[in-house]
């Protein structure tokens, strides 16, 4: 099963050009999907247009009544994704501004299949870029990649805060599992949350790899929700709380997963 996880708010310009994309792409890879949408709290058309396109497609909508931000959004989306997936199905994680195009959906299946637990749809590989993004919006972002690959290096990651990625189910619900309620602990820091999660991801071993990915900004249609100064402290309290000698994230992730040895090398298995 291939389940989209979509974040909408005030989404209503850009769903009748995004959703019938993905409907065309994943009927061609002939895999059962299901297209996972979380409104939050839009005070647009949003929840009209996905009660009309639900008896189209495989949609299930979970509804905030008032805005909660990424965050929350994102925890949701995994926590009830998680909730009913098979060890082999794989979450396809998007945005819902028609920036991120499905076609490249494929191969970043065909790479989860492959091995990897994370494929990352990546501006700063080979053939990859971005089309419509100011330049000073383009220094920001090759700055804060920079400033996170030097600062929390993952093997086969150059993008950091590209959202556009495919997650093997079984890890993700690994990860919940091991973190519970602090998976997404960074809610009310911006974007913060979609690099949380690879860092979580990376201190539980997964293995990662990136496909070239264009960023379409310039189908953007629907107003920008993140707020830069917010995202960039968020950044700052993330590697703070991962590298903080007395108990911080990278040091008591390693304390708990030696004690789960431990603890299971107790468990004899009944004769």
């Not at 949609?59 to 925890?75: A, D």
């Not at 060890?87 to 028609?98: G, K, L, V, Y």
């Amino acid at each position: 099963m291939i389940t989209i996880l979509l974040p909408a708010y005030n989404e209503e310009t850009s769903l009748p050009k995004l959703l019938p994309k993905l409907k065309e792409v994943l009927e061609k890879l002939n895999l059962p999907y299901r297209i996972l949408i979380c409104n939050d709290g839009s005070n647009d058309q949003t929840g009209k247009l996905l009660q009309e396109y639900s008896t189209r497609l495989p949609i299930e909508v979970i509804t905030h009544k008032i805005n909660r931000g990424l965050g929350e959004t994102s925890r949701d989306l995994f926590e009830i994704a998680t909730n009913t997936c098979k060890p082999n199905d794989i979450f396809i994680r998007m945005d819902c501004d028609d920036t991120h195009e499905p076609n490249f959906i494929p191969q970043m299946i065909e790479k989860i299949n492959a091995g990897f637990d994370v494929v990352i749809a990546s501006r700063f590989q080979p053939a990859g870029g971005q089309l419509g993004v100011s330049a000073y919006r383009l220094f920001i972002s090759y700055c804060s990649n920079l400033f996170m690959k030097f600062v929390i290096p993952i093997k086969g990651v150059r993008e950091y805060s590209c959202g556009f990625r495919a997650y093997r189910a079984s890890k993700v619900r690994e990860a919940i599992s091991f973190f519970k309620n602090n998976f997404i602990q960074l809610k009310g820091l911006g974007f913060t949350c979609t690099l949380e999660k690879l860092v979580k991801l990376k201190m539980l071993g997964a293995r990662f790899t990136e496909i070239p990915f264009v960023l379409r900004y310039d189908q953007k249609k629907s107003s920008s929700k993140m707020v830069s100064s917010i995202t960039t402290l968020g950044y700052l309290v993330l590697v703070l709380l991962y590298h903080w000698p007395w108990g911080g994230w990278k040091s008591s992730c390693r304390e708990n997963l030696k004690n789960q040895r431990t603890d299971s090398n107790l468990i004899k298995p009944p004769k």
